[in-house]
Each structure stands twice: as structure tokens, then as C-alpha cells.
């Protein structure tokens, strides 16, 4: 049993290897890479990177590191001394200079009236110093450019990142019980069955239905929590009946449930459902704007891909001989599916989730470009959305489309890489 294990785990990870030594060898996947490292330290740092507050300075004998105290502000554990909180840190005066600024000395939402009316990048600017200069522009009412994009760089990462996270643990899930169990593999008692089926429309409706006015007035995320918790509440209580009912020998037979094909039907009509209609309906509805908002609604309608994917790779896995050797010693078959058949289906996964990030961050850009659910959020569709104003401010359109270009297409490529280095014919 020990050698068996011992097999079963060096097969990832010398798989593993495999496909990491072919993605190096396609250097336009490998350079891809980079980029998007590049736009990740972007995101995580954008703080640092532009703000219209300084890295570090002294006044009136103290030390202050404004940008990270911002931060402890923000989540209500510290507060700004005396009228910092409505300063305007360019106009204090600091002990003998001693201030850092950041390497952009501007805010997505900071407002330059000096240099509004479309300020070019080599055009003349009205600025104290070259270190105070709009590198990337300035639009119409004098918002610095290079920290919009900054901004958008995050706001690009985290839509993608999030949404794409909602819709893998959305696919994993029902792609595992449709894969691993089949339509012959589970069965259950006719009086958990009934009492499941007739639960589900009472978890929509009060999960749902019912509270569709708290979805409209209140926060979203924390809504949607709550509606989770109820979902897994009285499916746990329906099932805790079904067992205690099931131990007394209440009901005997056990029926098959075709899973697999319930599932199926079941993304197939999520399937049918034209994805931004859907969208701009939602979003309608919400009374107020936040790009969470969108990061939701994608994960909620972008997971069908991977449920597909996954269950594929299952149907291929279950069939495998360390599957079957851990249901003759006896493992429970969540057991087998957690520890055994989840790990080593998920690679390929990786494909259609970089595939599915370019795809969301694309929506994103799209919303953004409408003004449709974004609030008051600075990204790359927003200031390409700006343009439309002004053509003669080339790089309003320039600087904010082509970020968008670049990385759609290093998704692309990672996932074409990734495609490629897990393609046996390939190896």
C-alpha cells in the first residue's frame, strides 16, 4: 500500500515537469508569462506606484508613511491625527523637504485643474517640476492618465482573477459529481430523493426570490453570502432528516440518480441564455454600481467550461488503476474523488481558466467602456471611454486599448502554451 502511494504521487508531480519543460521551450507562452508577472506587481503595488499621497515624510517633528497608514484608515483600525485626512498633501510643508513621493505623485481620481482640457504627454504642461509631470496626459477635467492605467491594471486583475475563481470552484463542483458519479454510480434512498427535489424550489424562492429586494438595496457580495448560508442550511437539515429517517429502516430501496445527465441539461440551458443580455439585465436591477458587482455576475455565468472540462477529465481518471485500487481497499468515494481524482484533472482546467480570465477582463473592459456597473471605478474601459469626447487626445484611446490588447493576447498565448506543453503528440 505504501509503494502504491508512493507511485500514485510521484505521477503529478513527474507530470508536472513534464509540461513545465515544455511551456519553457514556447518562448512566446514563456514571455507571456513575464508580462503578466509584470502586471501582477503592478496591481499588488499600484498604491505605491501612483497616489496623491507621499511613500514617507516628516512634519512638525513626526514620521509618517501616509500610503500604508491609508490603509489601516480605510479599514477603520487607525486614523489620521488632527486635519490630515483632508489635507492636500502637495501643499504641506514638510521638515526640510524630507518627503517621498511616488514614482506617479497622482491618484486615478486626482484632479489637476493646472492641466486639464487634454494635456498631451509631450505637450506643454503646467507643473511645478518634471517630477510633477503627466508622463501619460491628462484628460478633460485634468485626471492623470498613468495612474488610470495603473488603476486599470488592478481593476483588470482583479476582475479576472475573482470571477474566474467563482466560476472554477462553480465548474469543479458540479463537473466532479457529474464526471465521478455518472448517471450508474449514485445511489440514494427515494425519500432523500423527493425530499431534496422539493427543497430546491424553496431554497430559490427564499434564498432568492424572496429577498431580491435585499439584492437591489443592500451589498451584493454580503447579500449573496447570506443566501449561500440558508442554501446550505436546509439542504444540510434535509439531509440529516433523510439519514436519521434511513437509520430507523424507514426506507429500504435506494434508486439510481442519473447526475451526469441532469448536470448536462442543466449547462446547457445556462448555456442558452445569451451572456450579456443577461448581464445588462442584472446589472439593471442592482441600485447601486461596483465592479464586484461584475466580478459576480461573470464567475456566476463563465463556470460551464470548466464543469465540462472537469468532467471529461473525470470520466478518463475514475477509470484509472490507482482509483480503482483505492475503492478495493475500501476509501470512501469523497475520499477518492478529494485526495485522488480532483488533483489529477485539474491541469488541462488550467487552459480554459486562462482563456476564461482574457475573457472576463474583455467583459470587463466592455461594462467599463458603457459605464454600465462600474460606479465610480477608474479602468482601461473608462478612459477609452473617454475618448469618444475628444479624438484629437490620441492617447486616450492608445495607451488604455492596447494594455487591453496586450493582456488578452498573453492569456491567449499562456493558454495556447499551456495547450500545447499538455499535448502528448507535443512532448
Known amino acids: 500500500m505504501n509503494v502504491r502511494a508512493e507511485h500514485i504521487d510521484q505521477q503529478p508531480a513527474t507530470y508536472r515537469r513534464r509540461v513545465y519543460r515544455a511551456f519553457r521551450q514556447n518562448k512566446l507562452a514563456l514571455w507571456s508569462l513575464r508580462i503578466l508577472y509584470f502586471f501582477l506587481f503592478i496591481a499588488v503595488f499600484s498604491d505605491f506606484l501612483a497616489n496623491d499621497k507621499p511613500l514617507y515624510c516628516q512634519l512638525e517633528g513626526k514620521t509618517y508613511f501616509p500610503v500604508l497608514k491609508s490603509y489601516g484608515v480605510e479599514l477603520g483600525i487607525d486614523r489620521w491625527p488632527g486635519d490630515l485626512g483632508i489635507a492636500n498633501w502637495y501643499k504641506l510643508e514638510y521638515d526640510n523637504d524630507r518627503v517621498v513621493w511616488p514614482l506617479i505623485p497622482y491618484a486615478a481620481k486626482t484632479i489637476d485643474l493646472k492641466n486639464n482640457q487634454y494635456r498631451s504627454p509631450f ?29 486599470g491594471t488592478r481593476t ?28 450508474d454510480r449514485l445511489r440514494v434512498s427515494r425519500l432523500r430523493l423527493i425530499l431534496n427535489v422539493l ?40 439531509n440529516l432528516v433523510s439519514k436519521w429517517l434511513e437509520s430507523r429502516k424507514v426506507v429500504r430501496k435506494n434508486i ?45 455565468i463563465r463556470w460551464t467550461g470548466i464543469a465540462r472540462f472537469i468532467r471529461a477529465e473525470l470520466l478518463k481518471v475514475k477509470r484509472l488503476q490507482y482509483i480503482e485500487a483505492a475503492q478495493a ?13 480532483i488533483p489529477n484533472a ?37 478612459i477609452l471611454s473617454t475618448a469618444r469626447r475628444y ?24 493558454g495556447d502554451g499551456l495547450s500545447e506543453a499538455m499535448n502528448p503528440k507535443g512532448k
Not at 391 to 414: E, K, R
Open 329 to 341: 481497499l475500501g476509501m470512501s468515494q469523497l475520499r477518492i474523488l478529494w485526495r485522488h481524482a
Open 199 to 238: 427543497a430546491f424550489p424553496i431554497v430559490i424562492f427564499y434564498g432568492f426570490i424572496a429577498r431580491s429586494y435585499a439584492f437591489a438595496e443592500g451589498h451584493l457580495g454580503w447579500e449573496l453570502l447570506k443566501s449561500i448560508v440558508l442554501i446550505v442550511l436546509v439542504y444540510g437539515l434535509v
Open 256 to 300: 439510481v440518480v442519473p447526475l451526469d445527465l441532469w448536470i448536462m441539461r442543466f449547462i446547457e440551458i445556462v448555456n442558452s441564455v445569451p451572456t450579456l443580455l443577461l448581464l445588462l439585465s442584472v446589472v439593471s436591477i442592482l441600485s447601486g454600481e461596483s465592479i464586484f458587482y461584475i466580478m459576480v455576475i461573470i464567475g456566476l
Open 346 to 382: 485539474l491541469t488541462p482546467v488550467l487552459i480554459t481558466i486562462s482563456f476564461g480570465i482574457a475573457g472576463a477582463i474583455l467583459l470587463e473592459a466592455f461594462f467599463s467602456f458603457l459605464g454600465i456597473g462600474i460606479g465610480s471605478e477608474v479602468t482601461w474601459g473608462s
Open 123 to 151: 505637450g506643454p504642461q503646467r507643473v511645478e517640476s518634471m517630477r510633477f509631470w503627466h508622463w501619460m496626459g491628462t484628460d478633460e477635467i485634468g485626471h492623470d492618465i498613468a495612474a488610470g492605467m495603473i488603476s
Open 156 to 183: 483588470a486583475m482583479l476582475v479576472g482573477v475573482v470571477a474566474m475563481s467563482i466560476a472554477t470552484l462553480i465548474g469543479i463542483f458540479f463537473g466532479a459529481l457529474a464526471g465521478f458519479w455518472g448517471d
Open 391 to 414: 479624438p484629437a487626445a490620441w492617447w486616450l484611446a492608445l495607451l488604455p486599448g492596447s494594455a487591453i490588447f496586450i493582456t488578452v493576447t498573453i492569456f491567449n498565448l499562456i
